[in-house]
């Protein structure tokens, strides 16, 4: 059986793509789940090669296939995120840490001692919240402990309910 022309060229590019894919998303890739796997690289890719497949059958030409392929394939790989959101990690990132901790140490005089304060989210991260350094303070560790997932507003409305 004769392999066509079309075919190999688009696995070489289909190889290309998912290798500098794999490359820039090294990290997070070890992390996903099968179904983020499945969403994220093999239907892109199947959908690549589907495409090019399709085209090439309907008489365009291989270059012109293939190109409009890849561009289905960036597009698709561009809104990935938004088709299927990651888990958001709870981690707090060393420069937002130190950017929370210079800011109480600017504005209280004190020295942050890791015994006694915790950073704090002001918008839990648990209703939505972030980790960068506007959402981060430090509280001492006994009031951080105590406050839960209440974000201050819930104070002003007379609010316990942690829903």
């Known amino acids: 059986m004769d392999i066509p022309e079309w075919l190999k060229t688009a696995v070489v590019v289909a190889v290309i793509l998912s290798f500098v894919v794999g490359i820039q998303r090294r990290r997070e890739a070890i992390r996903h789940r099968s179904r983020l796997f499945l969403a994220r690289i093999l239907f892109p890719f199947g959908m690549y ?59 209280t005089g004190q020295k942050y001692n890791q015994r006694r304060h915790d950073i704090d989210h002001v918008v839990p991260f648990s209703r939505g919240g972030n980790n960068t350094a506007d959402n981060l303070r430090v509280m001492p560790r006994s ?9 201050p507003w819930w104070d002003l409305l007379g609010g316990r309910s942690r829903r």
Do not use: C, W
């Open 49 to 107: 090669m589907a495409t090019a497949a399709y085209l090439v059958q309907a008489g365009r030409p291989q270059q012109e296939a293939i190109a409009v392929a890849v561009l289905l394939l960036v597009f698709f790989m561009a809104f990935a995120d938004k088709l299927v959101p990651r888990r958001r990690s709870r981690h707090v990132r060393r420069a937002e840490r130190r950017k929370a901790i210079a800011r109480f140490e600017r504005e």
């Open 143 to 151: 009031q951080n402990r105590s406050k839960g997932a209440r974000s």
